[in-house]
């Protein structure tokens, strides 16, 4: 893969009374991670061009198109997560400086970010198109307090916005950006770790194996405005979601959901919730994060194979119940971890008919810790 620019995160938080804080170092850049402070957390934001001249109209509407796909992941009971994301004409939470190209130095440098009060954006008026749309939508994120992911991170979606040096072909979130948003602003505690963890955008983000059918419903969900369905073909059958979770050693992880019978004549088989991992160790390359000496978020040198790490099952009834697991504790002595969330179903209507369709909700892997 080709890179055409590499977007850095300044290596201070910038405070209201021009004090700069180093960040502190972090295992391999992934998702999620700890924010980059309280006032690059918040989830309502409004934002002005400093030096609007410098930009053309179609470039202005670039930059507010890659500000605004921010808007897109929603919460489990389908509220947009970030509230808010408004241009005003003046004094906003972020401010956005159109900057020249040889501004930062390094000419594969394309744009920067900091967080204040106001925070900062620094973006290069050389850029257009998708490249300047890409750029602010990175950028972006930092102001929403989000660290750099791995470009390789992501389970079936494109590739990551916030992944530490880029190509230009990426034109919305990845799954891994809809989690990190989710993870750092979403209000279901604890802390959930999955995107569309609530079914509230559909199935995406969601794979399948050996299922006949996977929809969402309006029909009574459990919480917000809609629930996930799903049939296995075989009892081997189930719905899943991968993540990536960085800076994650010595973390408690489990996973949650909530099961319901969609038929009452439902009578036979379970429910069960499964909790693998797969750990990673980054290796080294052009891409190595700032944070980590040497290491590359978009190089993977080894992983573990996917392994069940924990396990619950339970007979669903036709009202919703919880299913969980108990926590398991993140080893130290890897850069990453991969979550992967599991829910398979054996209910039948009877021991010899075919399988039932399930209705499942909140579904997802939490942060214990």
């Known amino acids: 893969m080709a890179y055409l620019g590499r977007l850095r995160w300044w290596s201070t938080i910038v405070l209201s009374i021009v004090t700069a ?8 850049a992934g998702f999620p991670q700890p ?30 198109d890659g500000f605004g796909d921010w808007r897109a992941p929603r919460d489990w009971d389908g509220d947009r ?11 906003g939470k972020v401010k956005v400086v159109g900057v020249s190209p040889g501004y930062f130095g390094d000419p594969s440098q394309l744009g920067s970010a900091s967080c204040g009060d106001p925070s900062t954006i620094l973006l290069r008026y050389d850029q257009s198109g998708n490249a300047l749309e890409h750029l602010a939508r990175h950028e972006m994120g930092h102001a929403l307090g989000m660290h750099h992911t791995g470009s390789t991170d992501s389970f079936g979606g494109p590739m990551e916005t916030m992944a530490t040096c880029i190509s230009f072909g990426s034109t919305s979130l990845s799954q891994d950006d809809d989690g990190h948003v989710v993870y750092h602003h979403g209000d279901l505690n604890p802390e959930t770790i999955h995107a569309n963890a609530g079914f509230e955008t559909g ?51 489990d996973a949650r959901t909530n099961i319901r019978k969609v038929s009452s004549q439902s009578t036979y088989g379970r429910v069960r919730l499964e909790l693998l991992v797969r750990h990673v160790v980054y290796g080294t390359g052009e891409c190595a994060d700032e944070f980590v000496t040497g290491k590359d978020q978009n190089v993977r040198s080894s992983w573990t194979t996917w392994w069940i790490a924990r396990a619950a099952d339970r007979y669903p009834t036709a009202s919703w119940a919880i299913l969980d697991t108990t926590a398991y504790t993140l080893p130290t002595s890897y850069d990453a971890t991969d979550l992967r969330v599991r829910v398979k179903s054996s209910v039948r209507y009877s021991s010899t008919s075919s399988l039932a369709t399930i209705a499942v909700d909140t579904t997802r892997a939490r942060d214990r810790s």
């Open 81 to 91: 997560v970030i509230k808010q994301m408004d241009e005003v004409s003046s004094n």
């Open 35 to 64: 924010g980059l402070g309280a006032s690059c957390e918040n989830a309502w934001i409004t934002y002005w061009f400093q030096n609007s001249w410098v930009w053309t109209s179609s470039q202005l509407d670039e930059i507010r």
């Open 21 to 28: 804080v180093a960040l502190p170092n972090i295992p391999a």
């Open 203 to 253: 199935t995406s983000w969601w794979g399948t194996s050996s299922v006949s059918s996977f929809y969402t419903s309006t029909y009574q969900p459990e919480d917000g405005s809609a629930a996930g369905r799903f049939r296995p073909s075989s009892d081997d059958g189930y719905i899943y979601q991968s993540m990536n979770f960085a800076a994650a050693q010595g973390r408690k992880v």
